[in-house]
């Protein structure tokens, strides 16, 4: 793509690298939060969970931005450039419906261990120090995986735009955010989220207006349609319905779908970034934040990839569209390529201030997210467990700087073995699909077992690596290198095996020999001793309390299990512990009704998003009119619409409060 790489200067890689001017920004909102408001990010509790204090909007608006990868903007119009419009929708609906699953978790993670500061956490009091390793094992590998793709699909697009040396890519871009993550802790990860949200959709906004109402190249939906119907006449999709590009019954779009299902269920339950916005937000608001967030994240990929990967699709043969190899897709190049045909240098420009913000929002989730991992379950569970706050504090921000040079160090491995983004994250539910359903037992399930989990966890990822590994013998005539692993039939078998033994042998298990846990321990995580009474959960529930469990951990601590975090000086009020949630928060009957809206909630639109919409149109080889092209286009529109006003003008109405305090004392030190 020599076309594409010079459209902009290379100075102006460097600067989006480093993002020196935004980490200076971000650095005046934690400045301005710590002069005006009670929230101090060099306490340990406001740095790795900011006091479980965040209200519904922002949270929302945290899990739009953190599950906005480069992948959403790049895979996602790769495989709207490879499969046409199937392969937005399987993108969107694919990772759309973990997150809202995900709500069940925490509202049981509110009921069940509200005081947790990981999900690891809570496995090493339920299941001791050998279930806490395993699923260390598969926590950290899966936000290495995360990592990685950021960095390789960021790194590959500000090369390819600007020229930037892609060595100097892979550790820039983490260096700058890591500058304000380190200064304002899990609070200013969360408005660096809502200020790349709000940015996020302006821009995807004015690429979606160009597409469709203003470009000269297309300007029209019908003028899209007339384009992409000449373009599968000339280049007839294989697997599609008539080969066209307008049409859900995709052979490959389905596969890619289940695999995208399957993956993305691994890097959601198994990923603390997740976890970190559940433990931030309050209980009573929680579900409500991951349903919202879920379902505006839903239009950020369906309607950019509908609208750029559907462009780099109908400009082929434009003498300003470059013509794409099928590493350069791998990549995630459509989106750029036509973004910077369809408007030139802006184009461009713009283009890599939104990878910049995905890339960047996600980076700083993962950042907090290992570096509240390595603290509280590697630190200070196994290194120093008598740790003092300011100890604790001091380390969580050195785990920050840490590991965004493993980032760096990461995405530059994968680089030069040839990895891309695209075959990443087809390849991450091989090896991490395994623990899903075992993580989300621990949490919920009293009955879940212990040794049963664990079996499931570690088998299902052997029996990934072996099906992924033989069938890419079988089909490619024992063949064995990144190219022939990375096909879809390949990756395919090795997702399903992974999942599918891990849930199978730990079910299983959990059902013939089933334990009988009582979460009060749980629930004593962390908790000082005025918040260690007993939580009652409603009789009957699988949360009540029981009087033994039928496991016994020798290496667990025999006398007390339970780790109380201490809390530094001046943090503590009367009742109140600053990063404690308060006992009149936690109302057992308001969160189980929670738990079952968000059961109920998840599953119906899960049904609607995987089965209900995409499946009829796909049996019925339906290939879309010009009506029906613009009724998809439009659903899409109002869909993105609705999802700003969700996570960018909500928040604002619900810390109105707050921000109106902010700027009396803004303008008190003025005029003083």
């Known amino acids: 793509m020599s076309s594409v790489s010079t459209v902009l200067p290379q100075g102006a890689g460097y600067g989006v690298g480093i993002g020196l001017f935004f980490s200076v920004f971000m650095l005046g909102l934690t400045a301005l939060q710590t002069r005006y408001t009670a929230f101090r990010p060099s306490n340990s509790e406001e740095f790795s969970s900011a006091s479980r204090s965040v209200k519904p909007g922002l949270i929302a608006s945290g899990i739009v931005s953190a599950w906005t990868w480069a992948a959403t903007l790049l895979q996602s119009s790769a495989v709207a450039y490879e499969y046409g419009i199937s392969g937005p929708w399987w993108y969107g609906a694919g990772a759309t419906v973990q997150v809202l699953l995900f709500a069940q978790l925490a509202a049981k993670m509110k009921l069940n261990a509200p005081n947790a500061h990981t999900f690891l956490e809570i496995i090493g009091a339920r299941w001791g120090t050998v279930a806490h390793k395993v699923f260390?094992?598969?926590?950290?590998?899966?936000?290495?995986?995360?990592?990685?793709?950021?960095?390789?699909?960021?790194?590959?697009?500000?090369?390819?735009?600007?020229?930037?040396?892609?060595?100097?890519?892979?550790?820039?871009?983490?260096?700058?955010?890591?500058?304000?993550?380190?200064?304002?802790?899990?609070?200013?990860?969360?408005?660096?989220?809502?200020?790349?949200?709000?940015?996020?959709?302006?821009?995807?906004?004015?690429?979606?207006?160009?597409?469709?109402?203003?470009s000269p190249k297309i300007g029209s939906i019908s003028k899209m349609h007339e384009l992409l119907a000449s373009a599968s006449e000339a280049r007839p999709v294989s697997g599609n319905a008539n080969g066209s590009y307008l049409t859900m019954r995709s052979k490959n779009g389905l596969i890619f779908g289940v695999i995208n299902v399957i993956g993305n269920f691994a890097t959601v339950f198994n990923d603390q970034?997740?976890?970190?916005?559940?433990?931030?937000?309050?209980?009573?608001?929680?579900?409500?934040?991951?349903?919202?967030?879920?379902?505006?994240?839903?239009?950020?990929?369906?309607?950019?990839?509908?609208?750029?990967?559907?462009?780099?699709?109908?400009?082929?043969?434009?003498?300003?569209?470059?013509?794409l190899s099928a590493s350069d897709v791998s990549a995630g190049l459509p989106a750029p390529a036509a973004a910077a045909a369809l408007l030139g240098k802006s184009?461009?420009?713009?283009?890599?201030?939104?990878?910049?913000?995905?890339?960047?929002?996600?980076?700083?989730?993962?950042?907090?997210?290992?570096?509240?991992?390595l603290t509280y379950d590697v630190y200070k569970k196994y290194i120093n467990p008598h740790a003092t706050e300011a100890q604790v504090s001091q380390v969580s921000h050195w785990m920050v700087a840490f590991y965004a040079l493993v980032m760096g160090i990461a995405g530059l491995i994968f680089f030069?073995?040839?990895?891309?983004?695209?075959?990443?994250?087809?390849?991450?539910?091989?090896?991490?699909g395994s623990a899903v359903v075992p993580v989300a037992m621990c949490i919920t399930w009293r009955k879940a077992n212990k040794w049963g989990s664990i079996a499931g966890a570690i088998s299902g990822f052997w029996a990934g690596i072996i099906a992924w590994l033989v069938t890419t013998s079988s089909l490619n005539d024992g063949l064995i290198n990144v190219t022939t692993c990375g096909g879809y039939y390949e990756m395919l078998a090795g997702n399903l095996a992974?999942?599918?033994?891990?849930?199978?042998?730990?079910?299983?298990?959990?059902?013939?020999?089933?334990?009988?846990?009582?979460?009060?321990?749980?629930?004593?995580?962390?908790?000082?001793?005025?918040?260690?009474?007993?939580?009652?959960?409603?009789?009957?529930?699988?949360?009540?309390?029981?009087?033994?469990?039928?496991?016994?951990?020798?290496?667990?601590?025999?006398?007390?299990?339970?780790?109380?975090?201490?809390?530094?000086?001046?943090?503590?009020?009367?009742?109140?512990?600053?990063?404690?949630?308060?006992?009149?928060?936690l109302d057992p009957e308001g969160l189980q009704v929670a738990f079952r809206f968000a059961a109920w909630s998840s599953i119906i639109l899960l049904l609607v998003m995987i089965i209900i919409i995409p499946l009829p149109l796909f049996f019925a080889q339906t290939i879309f009119g010009v009506r029906g092209l613009e009724a998809w286009v439009i659903i899409g529109i109002i869909w993105t619409f609705c999802s700003a006003l969700a996570v960018v003008l909500y928040p604002l109405y619900e810390s109105r409060e707050t921000l109106l305090m902010v700027t009396k004392g803004m303008v008190k030190v003025g005029v003083s």
């Open 416 to 432: 030069y073995i040839g990895v891309s983004m695209g075959w990443l994250y087809t390849f991450m539910g091989v090896i991490l």
């Open 498 to 585: 992974s999942i599918g033994v891990g849930a199978i042998i730990s079910v299983v298990w959990s059902l013939i020999y089933p334990e009988n846990f009582d979460f009060d321990i749980t629930r004593a995580i962390n908790a000082p001793p005025t918040h260690r009474s007993r939580v009652p959960a409603k009789e009957g529930s699988d949360d009540a309390p029981n009087e033994k469990s039928e496991y016994v951990d020798d290496k667990a601590p025999a006398a007390s299990p339970i780790d109380i975090q201490s809390v530094s000086d001046g943090q503590a009020g009367g009742d109140t512990v600053a990063g404690v949630t308060d006992d009149s928060e």
């Open 136 to 214: 260390l094992f598969f926590g950290l590998a899966t936000n290495i995986i995360v990592s990685s793709m950021l960095i390789l699909g960021g790194s590959a697009t500000v090369t390819d735009l600007t020229g930037m040396n892609t060595i100097a890519a892979c550790f820039l871009i983490p260096l700058g955010v890591a500058i304000y993550v380190v200064a304002g802790g899990m609070r200013a990860t969360l408005l660096c989220d809502y200020t790349h949200t709000t940015v996020l959709f302006a821009i995807i906004l004015t690429f979606v207006f160009t597409v469709y109402t203003t």
């Open 347 to 373: 184009g461009a420009a713009a283009m890599l201030v939104l990878l910049f913000l995905a890339v960047t929002s996600a980076t700083s989730a993962e950042l907090i997210a290992v570096s509240s991992i």
């Open 273 to 323: 970034a997740y976890w970190q916005r559940a433990i931030a937000s309050r209980p009573a608001s929680c579900v409500k934040a991951y349903l919202l967030g879920g379902l505006a994240w839903f239009a950020i990929p369906f309607t950019f990839a509908t609208t750029l990967g559907l462009a780099a699709v109908a400009l082929q043969g434009d003498p300003d569209m470059p013509v």
